[in-house]
């Protein structure tokens, strides 16, 4: 998945309105960040879930959140290296 792609499904994913991308590497770490705090919030609701189709529900948005964190994992790894290479 390209950076561009990453950044509308995370932004859409997120109801983020207006994100405005200033670089790669930050827009990418600061998505991670919104993402990892989606993350604690959705264990710590499902945590107090009593109905079985709420929890269902959050597990599947579990599920994709952990998707999405790891993929801007890779593409930020990814940039990275190519970073590390063009040094070289």
Same mark, same amino acid.
């Given at each position: 998945?390209?950076?561009k +792609?990453? @950044?509308?499904?995370? @932004?859409?994913?997120?109801e983020? /309105?207006?994100?405005?991308v200033? /670089?790669?590497?930050? #827009?990418? %770490?600061?998505?991670?960040?919104k *993402?990892?705090?989606?993350?604690?919030?959705? &264990? %710590?609701?499902?945590?107090? #879930?009593?109905?079985k189709?709420?929890? &269902? %529900?959050?597990?599947?948005?579990?599920?994709i *959140?952990?998707?999405? @964190?790891?993929? /801007? !994992?890779?593409?930020?790894? +990814? *940039?990275?290296?190519?970073? !590390?290479k063009?040094? &070289?």
């Amino acid at each position: 998945m390209s950076f561009k +792609k990453f @950044i509308k499904s995370v @932004i859409t994913s997120l109801e983020l /309105g207006d994100y405005k991308v200033e /670089g790669k590497k930050k #827009a990418i %770490k600061d998505l991670l960040k919104k *993402l990892n705090k989606r993350k604690r919030n959705l &264990k %710590k609701s499902l945590e107090k #879930a009593s109905d079985k189709k709420q929890q &269902k %529900k959050l597990k599947e948005e579990l599920e994709i *959140l952990s998707f999405e @964190i790891k993929k /801007g !994992k890779e593409i930020l790894y +990814k *940039l990275y290296t190519k970073n !590390k290479k063009k040094d &070289k």
